[in-house]
């Protein structure tokens, strides 16, 4: 029998495509994708909050079906942004204009790439409707791991990660068996900060903090990374992606980010998925899935690398590694008082309001002062979201020193 699978490279229609988030870093890289595979795409839908400039040229050059925009005041906007002879595409509005746009009869896969906890409720509704998933927006599955694994279920959906950590497991878990799994090991590059004395955290600026040395990604995302906030969350979204107890999943700090991830099995054998730091690669497995399809980008230079390196993390230095953790092994509502006082936090951080240091305080805080309420319904998962953002709007926070 032949070793290798019989990866076709072609389909034989073009993947219907809806692109949630298409304006922020990961949609912007999904569309690179798109571009390289013309023949074998047709994006169908494409949504962004409030950058209706950039979602215009974007219409003019792909030619969407249908596109989502955060309010009102938006799709006025997107509107006069579009030339005269821009092509005709509905516009929908809100969280249900989202979720509408991504549960469409003419949707074949759905790129979740909406920032933080506004993308759980269309992927919940696109998993439920049938729909191929490829998931950026780890915050679905750490706020509603349980609601969203559930839907998929019922509804036949599939998820595919695009995370590169996630699909380095999804890559090195092909044709194991559960369960000659032993330990999932998530890789981290421990952001811009790792070798800095923690004497000094206090003065982080935020022009810091969005340095990172490896990835190019998102301000939200890039300060989470600065935090290893962005690992806490992975160690979740593993959880449910992957069926994995808490105690099985671990991370290694990875300073170079050439392994992305790693799978240790029960005969003491580990593999390893290796690549440049190049989001376009994890995205386009996902889109392609379960086809590998040949495309030009950067490949290892196995004459420069020289060492890779691997230490198990500071959770004294890095406390919100600690807090994923503790909110994983909590359950219920914990994750989304977690996720929500983050993304919270960071954005006061983002806006100068809040030193770094005040970023896992206030999540701690919140996490201490809120109740955990178990087994939660989606109602319940938004009261507990809404009431941690309110908290480290609110409260007094202790400055950074």
């Known amino acids: 029998m032949d070793a290798f699978s019989q990866n076709g490279t072609t389909d034989p229609e073009p993947r219907r495509l809806a692109l949630l988030g298409a304006t922020g870093s990961i949609g912007t890289q999904t569309l690179e994708v798109v571009r390289l595979f013309p023949d074998r795409f047709d994006v169908r839908v494409l949504t962004c909050r409030q950058n209706v400039e950039r979602l215009a ?41 989202l979720s509408e746009a991504a549960t469409r009869s003419d949707v074949d896969v759905v790129l979740g790439a909406v920032v933080g906890f506004a993308g759980l409720r269309p992927i919940l509704r696109a998993v439920r409707a049938g729909k191929q998933v490829a998931l950026a927006n780890k915050e679905t599955l750490v706020v509603g791991g349980a609601l969203v694994t559930q839907a998929a279920a019922d509804g036949g959906g599939q998820l595919l990660p695009v995370d590169s950590e996630h699909s380095a497991i999804f890559q090195c878990l092909a044709g194991e068996s559960e369960r000659a799994v032993e330990e999932l090991v998530l890789t981290a590059s421990g952001g811009p900060f790792w070798d800095r004395p923690a004497e000094t955290f206090g003065d982080i600026t935020v022009e810091e903090a969005l340095d990172h040395p490896n990835w190019s990604m998102g301000a939200k995302i890039t300060v989470d990374s600065a935090t290893m906030m962005n690992k806490g969350l992975e160690v979740i979204e593993a959880k449910w992606l992957f069926d994995v107890p808490v105690e099985r999943i671990q991370v290694l700090v990875h300073p170079q980010s050439i392994v992305h991830s790693m799978v240790s099995f029960a005969d003491g054998a580990v593999k390893a998925q290796l690549g440049v730091p190049d989001m ?70 983002l806006e100068g309001q809040l030193g770094f240091l005040d970023i896992p305080r206030a999540v701690e805080r919140v996490l201490e002062q809120l109740p955990v309420q178990p087994s939660p319904t989606l109602d319940d998962l938004v009261a507990a979201d809404t009431e941690a953002r309110r908290r480290v709007e609110e409260l007094p926070l202790p400055t950074s020193n």
Do not use: M
């Not at 495309?295 to 420069?304: K, P, Q, S, T, V």
């Not at 919100?320 to 092994?329: I, S």
């Open 57 to 97: 040229k974007q219409v003019q050059e792909f030619r969407p079906e249908c596109v989502a925009v955060g309010s009102a005041e938006s799709a006025e906007a997107f509107k006069k942004t579009l030339p005269a002879d821009a092509p005709d595409v509905r516009v929908l509005v809100g969280t249900e204009g």
């Open 280 to 349: 376009k690669v994890p995205i386009q497995y996902a889109l392609s899935y379960p086809s590998r399809w040949p495309a030009a980008h950067e490949r290892l230079d196995w004459d420069e690398l020289s060492r890779l390196d691997f230490e198990r993390p500071d959770l004294e230095k890095f406390p919100c590694l600690r807090l994923a953790y503790d909110a994983l092994e909590a359950g219920g509502t914990a994750p989304a008082l977690l996720n929500a006082a983050n993304e919270a936090a960071v954005g006061r951080f």
